[in-house]
T-cell receptor, first 115, second 111 residues
Framework: GAGVSQTPSNKVTEKGKYVELRCDPI?????LYWYRQSLGQGPEFLIY????????DSGLPNDRFFAVRPEGSVSTLKIQRTERGDSAVYLC?????????????FGPGTRLTVL | DAKTTQPPSMDCAEGRAANLPCNHS???????VYWYRQIHSQGPQYIIH???NNETNEMASLIITEDRKSSTLILPHATLRDTAVYYC????????????FGKGTRLSVIA
């Protein structure tokens, strides 16, 4: 079946602009995660949704970052007033919580470049 | 989550077994050892996980020491497609806690 998809695959923006990154999880997966990955580093947790609600947003670096998942499926990560330091690959993952299986399935990521 | 320590890089000849070590000396009794890998320009991919018994699946084997302070991921017959960064992660299970990635081990499989 289809995996996790993310759009766009690449996004170039200017400092100060607003961006939205979209994640389509695997159908039926109730948990959804956002991570970001800087060059040469492992992915860093941002926020986790269980259904429609954010169960843990402790990884969001500041109030410029916000994420929603209004219908418990697709999620959008929103970044206001982008800064050059926001440049990274933003990864989305989903997992099925039933049956004791908690492995996370990752999308290919969105590469964000802030000029 | 407990911190893990992995060598930054390793080489392996194609067709040979790749043995990737991980130290997790502060692991708690309810924490599992997970392995993920990330091939260039892709998202991480789950490989295997275990608590204290050795585990094997179609991708790899996981050997956990009796004191649980370290483990080894074994790819029995490495291929060029196994070239990737391998991450060892400790995590409470069951649960949907986020994964805490370190820098991992960059495995290069050489023809």
């Amino acid at each position: 079946g289809a995996g996790v998809s993310q759009t766009p695959s690449n996004k170039v923006t200017e400092k100060g602009k607003y961006v939205e990154l979209r994640c389509d999880p695997i159908s039926g997966h109730t948990a959804l995660y956002w991570y970001r990955q800087s060059l040469g580093q492992g992915p860093e947790f941002l926020i986790y949704f269980q259904g429609t609600g954010a169960a843990d947003d402790s990884g969001l670096p500041n109030d410029r970052f916000f994420a929603v998942r209004p219908e418990g499926s697709v999620s959008t990560l929103k970044i206001q007033r982008t800064e050059r330091g926001d440049s990274a690959v933003y990864l989305c993952a989903s997992s099925l919580t039933a049956g004791g299986r908690h492995e996370q399935f990752f999308g290919p990521g969105t590469r964000l470049t802030v000029l | 989550d407990a911190k893990t320590t992995q060598p930054p890089s390793m080489d392996c000849a194609e067709g040979r077994a790749a043995n990737l070590p991980c130290n997790h000396s502060t692991i708690s009794g309810n924490e599992y050892v997970y392995w993920y890998r990330q091939i260039h320009s892709q998202g991480p991919q789950y490989i295997i996980h275990g608590l204290k018994n050795n585990e094997t699946n179609e991708m790899a084997s996981l050997i956990i020491t009796e004191d649980r302070k370290s483990s080894t991921l074994i790819l029995p017959h490495a291929t060029l497609r196994d070239t990737a960064v391998y991450y060892c992660i400790v995590r409470v299970e069951p649960g949907n806690t986020p994964l805490v990635f370190g820098k991992g081990t960059r495995l290069s499989v050489i023809a």
